[in-house]
């Protein structure tokens, strides 16, 4: 079986959430077909000329290609793939359509957010442009689509809000998780307790406001930590805070590792892999009810779900667990068989058999 995976390849380990789950599952899913490959797009304008981006070819990996648009075409009709997979959104993929209409070619759509939602209420600065070309691809992938990977059932909700699908074609998958990290022994030496809040004052939608609030109410023995390269913003953060830069996978697993709570303040976030990562290694989660991931947590016994802007719940709650070191231990064990089935071999399994399924 010939499958083309679409998207956006990341050659190096420092890349966002669909990135790192396009190379996993990519990686993940050559050992099961041996026949597949990934196609990407000369995406950076100022790198790549415009006859680059029309006809141009290169190989970037094994069985890892990029294409111009006409060339990606060409490929189509002669590779003739059975399923394509758009496993990041890119509007190149609509060309892939193309293999649909000719030779009767599965497509996949692998959903990280609804554009359209963030489009709508996160992301102001866009060009109305952009924004027209990103609807129509939408459109026409959730209309045409034979399969639709979601990762939670939230994701669903809001995507059913803006288009017509059958439920019929939809399932849920949630995002995997690194081996290193479930692997990763929770090493805390001391009675610190460390705290990890992804937010950041770059990104509205991650309620950074809302988290300076919370920690405003925060024990002043608390440690805590935010992940963000250093700018003009970084003026604006509180003193407490430390600010860590973005790090390479074994040292960030051992980052974690010594984090006691992960939380996340977000308003909108389908399936953050970075809070799925700190529950492998242990760090108890305190997000809202908005996070996809919210949906693996049992309150009380794995972690902490409340409502956004909740302040009190979720101060409440940290300080509290701050002064009980064998609740802490109990609920982070629990934390971490939560997540230890969502490695990307078994993610990979699963899409693997919705191929050989469609």
């Known amino acids: 079986m010939k499958i083309l995976l679409v998207g956006r390849y990341q050659t190096s380990e420092t890349f966002n959430g669909p990135e790192k789950v396009a190379k996993r599952l990519f990686y993940e899913l050559s050992k099961l077909n041996n026949e597949i490959i990934f196609a990407e797009y000369f995406f950076d304008g100022n790198q790549y000329s415009i006859w680059k981006k029309l006809f141009g070819f290169e190989r970037i990996e094994n069985?890892?290609?990029?294409?111009?648009?006409?060339?990606?075409?060409?490929?189509?009709?002669?590779?003739?793939?059975?399923?394509?997979?758009?496993?990041?959104?890119?509007?190149?993929?609509?060309?892939?359509?193309?293999?649909?209409?000719?030779?009767?070619?599965?497509?996949?759509?692998?959903?990280?957010?609804?554009?359209?939602?963030?489009?709508?209420?996160?992301?102001?600065?866009?060009?109305?442009?952009?924004?027209?070309?990103d609807s129509f691809l939408e459109y026409v992938i959730f209309k045409f689509s034979d399969k639709i990977i979601f990762l939670s059932d939230q994701s669903i909700a809001i995507a059913k809000r803006f288009y017509k699908f059958d439920d019929k074609i939809a399932t849920i998958l949630p995002n995997g998780v690194d081996e290193i990290f479930i692997n990763q022994a929770h090493a805390k030496k001391n009675e610190v307790v460390n705290i990890l809040f992804l937010a950041t004052p770059n990104r509205k939608v991650k309620g950074f406001e809302f988290a300076t609030e919370i920690?405003?109410?925060?024990?002043?023995?608390?440690?805590?930590f935010i992940i963000y390269n250093l700018n003009n913003d970084s003026e604006n953060i509180s003193k407490r805070i430390k600010i860590i830069p973005k790090m390479e996978i074994v040292e960030y697993s051992k980052f974690l590792s010594k984090i006691d709570f992960v939380v996340s303040t977000s308003y909108y976030d389908p399936f953050p892999i970075s809070i799925v990562e700190a529950m492998a290694v242990g760090a108890i989660p305190i997000i809202t009810s908005q996070v996809g991931c919210s949906r693996l947590i049992k309150q009380n016994k794995n972690g902490f779900v409340f409502e956004y802007e909740d302040t009190t719940s979720f101060a409440n709650c940290i300080n509290n667990l701050a002064e009980n070191k064998s609740l802490r231990k109990n609920i982070s064990l629990n934390v971490r068989k939560s997540v230890s089935n969502l490695t990307w071999k078994r993610i990979a399994k699963s899409i693997n058999a919705i191929y050989l399924e469609i």
């Open 215 to 224: 920690i405003k109410n925060l024990k002043s023995s608390l440690k805590i």
């Open 63 to 133: 069985k890892v290609f990029r294409f111009g648009l006409f060339s990606f075409l060409k490929y189509l009709f002669k590779y003739r793939p059975d399923i394509i997979h758009i496993i990041t959104f890119e509007r190149f993929a609509i060309i892939g359509f193309i293999a649909k209409l000719f030779f009767g070619t599965k497509i996949i759509y692998h959903v990280h957010g609804v554009i359209k939602h963030e489009r709508l209420y996160f992301e102001e600065r866009i060009p109305l442009s952009t924004k027209l070309k």
